[in-house]
């Protein structure tokens, strides 16, 4: 350990941090270049920084005999309850958190970039970048984390920058609602991992994550045999635990059925969507998981499977919604679904050791490359949206030469998305589907479905956008000049991220992220890459046949699958069913009678007891004359009461 | 020489205390009522000094008492005779009975 990791990581953690209270506390007093440009400036030292540790990590001194170490730079005692129970908060090193810091800063960089002209001449611009750094801080803090309680905190922190971000727009009412929903949501789910928090760290005396896997992902150990030794439906203690910390997981992850807040979120700024709903925070689940991933491997494999086909069913569920969604980010949103259930479903169907946890590392690695291509989708959509001022595909078409640089972007994104050979999202997709067939052939099943159905999609959104009819002459004040030349930062962002996509997909991730620490060879079978290509392949093909060109085939198809085409545009209905519980069900039935009791039982206890103190009052406040003598005859007869209760009392 | 009866003296200190009390009650100028009190003050000492002098001649514990009463007294009189010009300043007048905005 020559490296000294100790500054840049509080430089990477505390730049952030102090940028975001320099800005909300400056607000409108500095001009919004100045907050734009702190902004960029302080992402961009951040992201250097994160590049240097990460290059000390994993070429210099992270690696001991052949296995990365977890380091824990800093490990300060926070909160002291008793000797046995403290909180710490610190800073952890491995390869997923060093991972995931390269990831978060140089997205958030390119966001911070992209929205300089993207959020240009909006009012509360400070604000915007104010809240961006808190998220930045959030999120590195979360990622880092020695123990699961700081990562819950930072967790809630992350849920409140998200929920600032998607309610930036706030004197629109749908934003409001937005961002209520998530924030409703994703605590509800937090109220599972709060359990799930306590019920295992009880049982294994330790918050530590290091020294949490170490005694509950041996069998053998007294804290997991304890744990294993209860059981309740079939399932031990240990596992129920791990299965309401993922249900935090999968509220932030937005899986299936807590994904309803995701698509919502699109109200929020389009480089917000970017940053939070595509690259970073929503895959904190994904993280979560990875992060216990020993104990849910070794000693709870039936929760292990939980995650695999609630990631599986989200995979396909959102897959099948994107393909009918007309508002651009919304397919986003939901491909975005879709895509971090394939890579929960891709833990799910990983096992422990060797050749077994190439799940895992496919999981990562599909984390990584999706986090690349998914930012710059929603940048280009971005781009579009600030070009046509709408969100919806109506409006859209034949953009590609307006939009030169957006249209390459969109392209090389999609054929990433859709797994076509030499593209980023080829790479990992195949590890995913490599682990799936040898772990549950189910859940491959979906997923290659799944893929096609990506492909399908997201071609489908590319045409729809860049191709499909002539360019339409005269949008807004821009008419059909190159809409680019107004917006370099967006380009640079956008052409940053080009160069990132194809070349992440090239990297030996096996090598890095691991299960266990140990290098693995990512094998590449041709007979397992060959049937995602094809039905990748096959989705593009149709996609191009539909949407190429304006034609009258989508309608008819549509027409045709009726009643399912109509349930799918709906998203199947999920969010009627919520409203329908909370407000037939839970609102009737629970908050009406609960209403009751406070207003007419609670209230009236207060009431009276402060009306009788009133009337009580009000029928003695005469003994206060005002005249000192009556008091003093109060006073006196007091002492010969007290006198004779002397003389007499005995 | 005889000595004065001990309890001549505290009939003499009683007749001071209640004299006191009821300059205290039936007075209606707050210097009056603040004599008053010092009546019933000074027939404390006097009962102090008395037994002090009639139980334990060899010890001074009621002199030093009673010098304590004086001083506390003398504190209380400047203390009241502050309150009472404060008084005086606000309704331009020392009677009690016309002072009793003073509450709630």
Known sequence: MDMNYEIPMLLILFLPIISFVFLSLAGRRISPSVAGLTGI???????????????????????????????????????????????????????????????????????????????HGEDRFQMYYAYLSLFTFSMLGLVVAVNIFQMYIFWELVGVSSFLLIGFYYTKPSAIAAAKK???????????????????SQNAGTLDFATMIERLANPHSPFAQSMLAGSFLGMSTLSWGLILIFIGGAGKSAMF????????????????????????????????????????AVSAPDALHIVGYV?????????????????????????????IAFMMFSLGVSGWGEEASEGFTGSLFHLFTHAFFKAMLFMGAGAVIHAVHSNEMEDMGGLRKKLPITHLSFLIACLAIAGVPGFAGFFSKEVILSAAFHGDK???????????????????????????KEASHGHGEHGHDNHESHTPMMNLALILLIIATL??????????????????????????????????????????????????????????????????????YIDEIYLFVTKKILFNLIGRPAAWVDRNIVDNIYNGSATLTAVTSESIKKMQSGRVQTYATYFLLGVIFVALLFLFAN | ????????????????????????????????????????????????????????????EGMFFSMFIITVAAGEVSLAIAIIINLYRRFKTVDVEDTTTMKY
């Not at chain 1, 480089?271 to 689940?285: E, K, N, Q, W």
Request: charged share 10%.
């Open chain 1, 311 to 339: 990631g599986a069913i989200t995979a396909l569920f959102a897959a099948i919604i994107a393909c009918t969604q007309t508002d651009i980010k919304r397919v986003l949103a939901y491909s975005t679904v879709s895509q």
């Open chain 1, 41 to 119: 400036t302080v992402l961009s030292v951040v992201t250097v920084l994160s590049f240097f540790v990460a290059y000390n990590y994993f070429f210099v001194n992270g690696e001991v005999n052949g296995v990365y170490q977890k380091i824990a730079v800093f490990n300060e005692v926070w909160l002291k309850f008793s000797d046995v129970l403290s909180i710490n908060l610190g800073v952890m090193l491995d390869p997923i958190s060093v991972m995931m810091l390269i990831v978060i800063s140089f997205i958030s960089c390119m966001v911070h970039l992209y929205s300089w002209n993207y959020m």
């Open chain 1, 182 to 200: 998530a924030f409703i949501v994703t605590r509800f789910a937090d109220l599972g991992f709060l359990l799930g928090i306590l019920l295992v």
């Open chain 2, 1 to 60: 020489m005889e000595q004065v009866p001990l309890v001549h003296i505290l009939i003499l200190s009683s007749i001071l205390f209640f004299l006191g009390v009821y300059g205290f009650f039936a007075r209606r100028n707050m210097l009056m009522m603040l004599m008053s009190t010092e009546l019933i003050l000074n027939s404390v000492n006097i009962n102090f000094i008395a037994f002090n002098k009639y139980l334990f001649p060899h010890q001074l």
């Open chain 1, 442 to 468: 189910l859940i491959y099943a979906i997923g290659l479905l799944t893929s096609g159905i990506t492909a399908f999609y997201m071609f489908r959104l590319y045409f729809r956008i860049f191709w499909f």
């Open chain 1, 257 to 296: 059925p807590l994904h309803i807040w995701l698509p919502d979120a699109m109200e929020g700024p389009t480089p917000v969507s970017a940053l939070i709903h595509a690259a970073t925070m929503v895959v904190a689940g994904v993280f979560l998981v990875a992060r216990l991933f020993p104990i849910f």
């Open chain 1, 503 to 572: 070349v992440v997909g090239y990297i030996p991730f096996g090598h890095f992220v691991s299960a266990d620490g140990k290098a693995i060879e990512l094998p590449f079978h041709l007979a397992l890459a060959i049937p995602p290509v094809t039905v990748g392949l096959l989705g593009i093909a149709i996609a191009y046949m539909l949407f190429a060109k304006e034609n009258d085939k989508p309608t008819k198809i549509t027409n045709a699958l009726g009643g399912f085409y109509k349930a799918a545009y709906n998203k199947f």
